[in-house]
């Protein structure tokens, strides 16, 4: 009786290994596909700018597909032997994405309207400028403080710098190889401002309607 129960209780043990084991495997697999990607699909009609957001549900393969039609849900993700399968729904219509890992890409086919094409995605670039910024400017060897809000939507700007002068918004903005570029329109004339990120705060050098230039810092909010 004993050693059946000893039996037992190491096949009871060695079952629940496996399980874990194998959840964790699920898991691992599942977390390599996760992030936001960004690329195009190929159809006899031209190419199509689409946006992959893919997020884990209690470690399921979840989130939506961003088309110039509009937004797809993901509703069933299938993931066997490196094939990543997804069926969306949205806009009114249906969508299906089959995907395999290629580096830091990913492969495969979309098919939405009965067409179908080949398509690739690239992760996006980590959004490390949208929020709000304290920021200070060098002004004829002053402290000029300001604050920006930025929005980050692919490589371009939007946002506003507001001080005690008021608010000026954003008309250009770009963010291109770690480069920010922006462009205010103020009461009195156009801000050129451009920066780079160095230890998580901006620095770089401004242009008051060629009246006036000077370096500026910004720090973000938490």
């Given at each position: 009786m004993r050693i059946i129960t000893a039996r037992n209780a190491f096949r009871a043990q060695l079952s629940i290994f496996v399980i874990v084991a194998a959840a964790m495997m699920v898991s691992a697999q599942t977390s390599s596909w996760i992030g936001k990607y960004e690329g195009a699909?190929?159809?006899?009609?031209?190419?199509?700018h689409l946006a992959l957001d893919l997020t884990d549900d209690a470690g399921k393969i979840s989130g939506q597909i961003t088309s110039p039609h509009g937004v797809y849900k993901i509703v069933k993700a299938q993931l066997t032997d490196?094939?990543?399968t997804l069926d969306a729904e949205g806009a009114g219509a249906k969508g299906k994405l089959t995907l395999r890992q290629k580096d830091t890409s990913l492969v495969g086919d979309f098919t939405a309207d009965g067409k179908t094409g080949p398509?690739?995605?690239?992760?996006?670039?980590?959004?490390?400028i949208?929020?709000?910024?304290?920021?200070?400017?060098?002004?004829?060897?002053?402290p000029f403080p300001f604050t920006l809000v930025l929005k980050l939507d692919g490589d371009k700007v939007t946002g506003?710098?507001?001080?005690?002068?008021?608010?000026?918004?954003?008309?250009?903005?770009?963010?291109?190889?770690?480069?920010?570029?922006i462009v205010?329109?103020?009461g009195s004339g156009q801000i050129v401002m451009n920066a780079t990120i160095v230890d998580g705060k901006f620095s770089g050098d401004y242009d008051f309607a060629g009246q006036s230039s000077g370096k500026w810092v910004a720090v973000k909010k938490k």
């Open positions: 699909a190929k159809s006899p009609d031209g190419e199509i490196g094939l990543l398509v690739e995605f690239k992760k996006a670039a980590k959004d490390e949208s929020g709000d910024w304290d920021a200070v400017a060098d002004a004829g060897g002053q506003s710098s507001s001080s005690q002068l008021g608010t000026s918004n954003i008309s250009t903005g770009s963010w291109k190889d770690g480069k920010l570029a205010l329109e103020s």
